[in-house]
């Protein structure tokens, strides 16, 4: 083993608080610490952030990281100086003084990462700055914002380039979590990483349990959910409307939860105040539109649920992502419906965007609704769609409760034949009325009446129906022309099922009672264990209040979970916990010896006996 691989161990255990490097860490730090440029692709929760806050430490000089968010900025900044580490953030909510004081702090030698928005970065004024400072590397977070194939698109980004041409001695990290193969190739072409190697790991979040319902009663569905599976636990609810944001916080307060709003039209008081709350407190639940939660590093937010459908597996698996980062088991849930599926796809034709912009929004659209409508493996799509092909996960809906499919091929060519035979110009509600035969007057007008179609349906019922249609629309058989008032339209891949030449299982019609996914996590075995569980936690919270920070900065739920099974009696203890660098031992260590022995004496007095 070289000494700058273990330099970069000592770091992260002595800083760090961690007993090993994950998964091709230790490589990707190899490679920037070694002064070359590359391309990382990691799952959120995968340990992006260490890739170049190790070398950071390890290199003369400042490292620069772009980041597209305040809050993501703060979250770090607070993240690292928690740990020890000399770091800071500049954008318009920093003051002149503390400008003044970073800039000093940087040529002095004593500030290790300087966090930065795009748009800074690549003005002169800033540029100019950094002709004359020592810099160690420069990373480039959530680099998918590059790409116009990424989910958050950010024009600024592709500007980036300019960073290889002025500065061809500084190593450069692009980051992400979610990039499809166009989007890669946008990352190497605008930022210049052609010849840059690229690391990509699993996009698997194996600790995440996914589960996909249809929508009846989403806000009673939803309850369900957290009542079973989630009582008592942080999450996000994510929903497509600021009305429902509001209705649905008031609605999950109204049945005893703690459920706080969070939207661009809410004051920014309250907005600043239910963050906080958010992030400094337990058993909080924030329900938002979908911007909340991309500039918070809570580790412990133990389920992601969505009320409406995301409108790309890109904006699903960030969303959901947040879930579970501190690797502990956690919860995917997600309501849709096809009402759902039209408002997302009049909602990128309606938007300012090119007609190649609303192509691509729109594809991506389809790709997740045919997530939702699988009848397979969650995970085996989602992974497939960023190039990674995988086997039954063993830990989502359809794997843990398998739908029994019937041939329904009938059915569909039932449905895809009145389709053709209105003209293809008729929206779901419209040709499901020919299929069962109603005698209603625009269906006479149009002489609809006497096409052979007509009533061939009757035997089943609207509901029915509607099931046939969203899974056709999820196994591409059909489309909607967005611009014909979401029109039916057939694809290619229909004719082989209209001429007989393919067969069509489908998932049952009738709505199946949705169960329990078991995804609450059950690893206090004993009352004791619970009770030091909850101390600590207390303990946090009061601590995190005092210092104004959240709660996951003093101690993640991981750490905490590390103590209450190992018991730490000595400082020498504390090195073997999960997520204690020498900085935290330092200032939280005497607490944390406190508490346990506290807890060991009552055991010893034979307070566990009844």
Same mark, same amino acid.
């Given at each position: 083993?070289?000494? #700058?691989?273990? &330099?970069?161990?000592?770091?992260?255990?002595?800083?760090?608080?961690?007993?090993?490097?994950?998964?091709?860490?230790?490589?990707?730090?190899?490679?920037?610490?070694?002064?070359?440029?590359?391309?990382?692709? *990691?799952?959120?929760?995968?340990?992006?952030?260490?890739?170049?806050?190790?070398?950071?430490?390890?290199?003369?000089?400042?490292?620069?990281?772009?980041?597209? %968010?305040?809050?993501?900025?703060?979250?770090?900044?607070?993240?690292?100086?928690? $740990?020890?580490?000399?770091?800071?953030?500049?954008?318009?909510?920093?003051?002149?003084?503390?400008?003044?004081?970073?800039?000093?702090?940087?040529?002095?030698?004593?500030?290790?990462?300087?966090?930065?928005?795009?748009?800074?970065?690549?003005?002169?004024?800033?540029?100019?700055?950094?002709?004359?400072?020592?810099?160690?590397?420069?990373?480039?977070?959530?680099?998918?914002?590059?790409?116009?194939?990424?989910?958050?698109?950010?024009?600024?980004?592709?500007?980036?380039?300019?960073?290889?041409?002025?500065?061809? #001695?500084?190593?450069?990290? +692009?980051?992400?979590?979610?990039?499809? !193969?166009?989007?890669?190739?946008?990352?190497?072409?605008?930022?210049?990483?052609?010849?840059?190697?690229?690391?990509?790991?699993?996009?698997?979040?194996?600790?995440?349990?996914?589960?996909?319902?249809?929508?009846?009663?989403?806000?009673?569905?939803?309850?369900?959910?957290? =009542?079973?599976?989630?009582?008592?636990?942080?999450?996000?609810?994510?929903?497509?409307?600021?009305?429902? @944001?509001?209705?649905?916080?008031?609605?999950?307060?109204?049945?005893?939860?703690?459920?706080?709003?969070?939207?661009?039209? =809410?004051? *920014?008081?309250?907005?600043?105040?239910?963050?906080?709350? /958010?992030?400094?407190?337990?058993?909080?639940? @924030? @329900? +938002?539109?979908?911007?909340?939660?991309?500039?918070?590093?809570?580790?412990?937010?133990?389920?992601?649920?969505?009320?409406?459908?995301?409108?790309?597996?890109?904006?699903?698996? #960030?969303?959901?992502?947040? !879930?579970?980062?501190?690797?502990?088991?956690?919860?995917?849930?997600?309501?849709?419906?096809?009402?759902?599926?039209?408002?997302?796809?009049?909602?990128?034709?309606?938007?300012?965007?090119?007609? /190649?912009?609303?192509?691509?929004?729109?594809?991506?659209?389809? !790709?997740?609704?045919?997530?939702?409508?699988?009848?397979?493996?969650?995970?085996?799509?989602?992974?497939?769609?960023?190039?990674?092909?995988?086997?039954?996960?063993?830990?989502? &809906?359809?794997?843990?409760?398998?739908?029994?499919?019937?041939?329904?091929?009938?059915?569909?060519?039932? %449905?895809?034949?009145?389709?053709?035979?209105?003209?293809?110009?008729?929206?779901?509600?419209?040709?499901?009325? $020919?299929?069962?035969?109603?005698?209603?007057?625009?269906?006479?007008?149009?002489?609809?009446?006497?096409?052979?179609?007509?009533?061939?349906?009757?035997?089943?019922?609207?509901?029915?129906?509607?099931?046939?249609?969203?899974?056709?629309?999820?196994?591409?058989?059909?489309?909607? &022309?967005?611009?014909?008032?979401?029109?039916?339209?057939?694809?290619?891949?229909?004719? +082989?099922?209209?001429?007989?030449?393919?067969?069509?299982?489908?998932?049952?019609?009738?709505?199946?009672?949705?169960?329990?996914?078991?995804?609450?996590?059950?690893?206090?075995?004993?009352?004791?264990?619970?009770?030091?569980?909850?101390?600590?936690?207390?303990?946090?919270?009061?601590?995190?209040? +005092?210092?104004?920070?959240?709660?996951?900065?003093?101690?993640?739920?991981?750490?905490?979970?590390?103590?209450?099974?190992?018991?730490?009696?000595?400082?020498?203890?504390?090195?073997?916990?999960?997520? =204690?660098?020498?900085?935290?031992?330092?200032?939280?260590?005497?607490?944390?010896?406190?508490?346990?022995?506290?807890?060991?004496?009552?055991?010893?007095?034979?307070?566990?006996?009844?």
């Amino acid at each position: 083993m070289t000494k #700058q691989r273990d &330099d970069a161990r000592r770091i992260l255990h002595d800083v760090f608080g961690y007993p090993d490097f994950r998964g091709r860490q230790a490589e990707i730090v190899d490679t920037l610490a070694g002064g070359r440029s590359l391309l990382v692709l *990691m799952p959120t929760g995968g340990g992006k952030s260490l890739c170049y806050q190790i070398p950071a430490l390890m290199r003369e000089g400042v490292a620069i990281v772009v980041s597209p %968010l305040i809050a993501l900025m703060n979250d770090q900044v607070a993240n690292l100086r928690a $740990v020890g580490v000399h770091s800071a953030s500049v954008h318009s909510g920093t003051h002149p003084d503390e400008v003044r004081q970073i800039a000093e702090d940087i040529h002095n030698g004593s500030l290790k990462l300087l966090y930065v928005a795009p748009e800074r970065l690549v003005s002169e004024r800033f540029l100019r700055f950094l002709d004359n400072t020592r810099i160690s590397l420069f990373a480039i977070d959530e680099a998918h914002c590059v790409s116009q194939w990424g989910h958050d698109f950010r024009p600024e980004y592709q500007q980036l380039g300019l960073l290889a041409e002025r500065y061809p #001695q500084v190593p450069r990290i +692009a980051l992400t979590a979610t990039a499809d !193969a166009e989007t890669r190739a946008d990352i190497k072409h605008y930022l210049k990483l052609e010849d840059a190697p690229e690391f990509i790991a699993s996009f698997d979040r194996p600790n995440i349990r996914y589960q996909v319902v249809e929508k009846n009663n989403g806000k009673k569905q939803l309850l369900d959910f957290i =009542l079973k599976d989630m009582q008592g636990e942080s999450g996000i609810v994510y929903c497509l409307s600021r009305k429902s @944001v509001e209705d649905t916080a008031e609605f999950l307060s109204s049945h005893g939860l703690n459920a706080i709003p969070y939207h661009a039209g =809410l004051s *920014m008081e309250t907005r600043t105040q239910n963050q906080r709350r /958010f992030t400094q407190e337990d058993n909080i639940i @924030v @329900v +938002a539109t979908v911007a909340f939660g991309m500039g918070i590093d809570k580790p412990d937010v133990r389920f992601v649920a969505h009320l409406d459908m995301p409108q790309s597996i890109e904006h699903f698996y #960030q969303e959901s992502g947040r !879930a579970g980062r501190d690797g502990l088991p956690a919860a995917s849930w997600l309501c849709y419906g096809m009402n759902n599926l039209m408002l997302l796809k009049e909602r990128i034709m309606e938007s300012g965007s090119d007609d /190649f912009q609303k192509q691509i929004e729109l594809s991506k659209l389809n !790709a997740m609704f045919a997530v939702c409508e699988t009848a397979e493996c969650r995970r085996v799509p989602l992974l497939r769609h960023f190039g990674e092909e995988s086997g039954p996960c063993g830990n989502c &809906d359809n794997c843990l409760n398998p739908p029994v499919r019937f041939d329904g091929t009938v059915l569909v060519q039932k %449905l895809l034949s009145c389709i053709y035979r209105v003209g293809q110009r008729f929206g779901a509600g419209y040709v499901i009325n $020919v299929l069962r035969g109603k005698n209603e007057d625009w269906i006479k007008q149009n002489g609809h009446d006497k096409l052979s179609t007509f009533g061939i349906g009757a035997e089943q019922s609207d509901k029915d129906w509607r099931a046939v249609t969203r899974q056709c629309l999820g196994l591409g058989l059909i489309d909607t &022309d967005t611009a014909n008032y979401q029109a039916l339209r057939l694809t290619p891949a229909a004719k +082989a099922v209209l001429t007989g030449g393919q067969t069509v299982w489908l998932r049952p019609l009738k709505r199946q009672k949705t169960t329990s996914t078991g995804s609450k996590t059950q690893w206090l075995r004993t009352e004791r264990e619970e009770r030091i569980w909850q101390e600590l936690r207390h303990w946090r919270l009061e601590q995190a209040k +005092a210092e104004n920070v959240p709660a996951y900065i003093i101690f993640g739920d991981r750490t905490l979970q590390s103590i209450v099974q190992n018991l730490p009696q000595t400082e020498a203890d504390l090195h073997e916990i999960y997520g =204690l660098g020498e900085a935290k031992i330092e200032k939280y260590g005497s607490d944390v010896l406190d508490l346990c022995a506290k807890f060991m004496q009552e055991a010893d007095d034979g307070g566990d006996v009844f």
